[in-house]
């Protein structure tokens, strides 16, 4: 279907969440709100969020920052493994790290993790079609969904959301405009966050 106007996907990753599953930190509470305060001037018409506790919350605290935004409970921007590639996928000098870190996945986890990624796709991304008005949307979502969308708009080989790593609470935003490839305009944006909130999520070698 042809677009009739440009839609602007702001991704972000949950905030710092608690060891025990159920919910943030104290630093992950204050991420959620920064950027939620960063996010006032943006005119948002849909906050979706995954089903797990940190999702939850972290969209609950951006929202309670915003006007007239009610979040909503996605299971398409949930936390799952959006493809596992075969070894010839794979570049030949990383296939061993990377099939070592999907090893883990269950027969159940190979089964959905693709199918909701085809539902994200065609739940958050393209240029919108059913209206005349730009429309701007947040999704709270995890580390992979972000890479797999992200990928996506990049037209990266499906293995590529492997290796993209992205901050608690920090932004990337894509615009999905009529007749035009979709354009990254921000990737991991943390400038909303003092220097102590920043690089959550990251290993530890990749803090600079």
């Given at each position: ?5 440009t ?18 930190t ?22 979706h ?26 299971e ?11 070894r ?6 990383s296939a ?15 089964r ?37 969308l ?48 920043r ?10």
């Amino acid at each position: 279907m042809t677009g009739t106007a440009t839609r602007y996907l702001c991704l972000a990753r949950h905030g710092e969440a608690a060891p025990d599953g159920s919910g943030l930190t104290d630093a992950g509470r204050r991420q959620a709100t920064l950027l939620g305060r960063r996010l006032r001037d943006l005119p948002l018409t849909a906050v979706h969020h995954g089903p797990l506790p940190r999702a939850e919350e972290t969209a609950r605290l951006i929202t309670d920052e915003l006007e007239g935004v009610t979040p909503r409970v996605a299971e398409s921007a949930g936390d799952y493994v959006p493809h596992i590639p075969e070894r010839g996928e794979l570049p030949a000098e990383s296939a061993d790290f990377y099939l070592d870190f999907l090893a883990g996945a269950t027969d159940e986890e190979r089964r959905r993790g693709p199918e909701l990624a085809r539902q994200a796709l065609r739940r958050f991304t393209g240029a919108v079609t059913d209206g005349a008005q730009d429309r701007h949307e947040l999704v709270v979502t995890h580390n992979f969904l972000i890479a797999w969308l992200v990928r996506d708009a990049l037209h990266a080989p499906k293995w590529r959301w492997l290796g993209l790593n992205h901050g608690n609470a920090a932004l990337t935003v894509i615009r999905y405009a009529p007749g035009r490839a979709a354009s990254v305009l921000l990737s991991n944006d943390m400038r909303h966050l003092p220097a102590e909130l920043r690089w959550t999520g990251f290993p530890p070698e990749l803090h600079v």
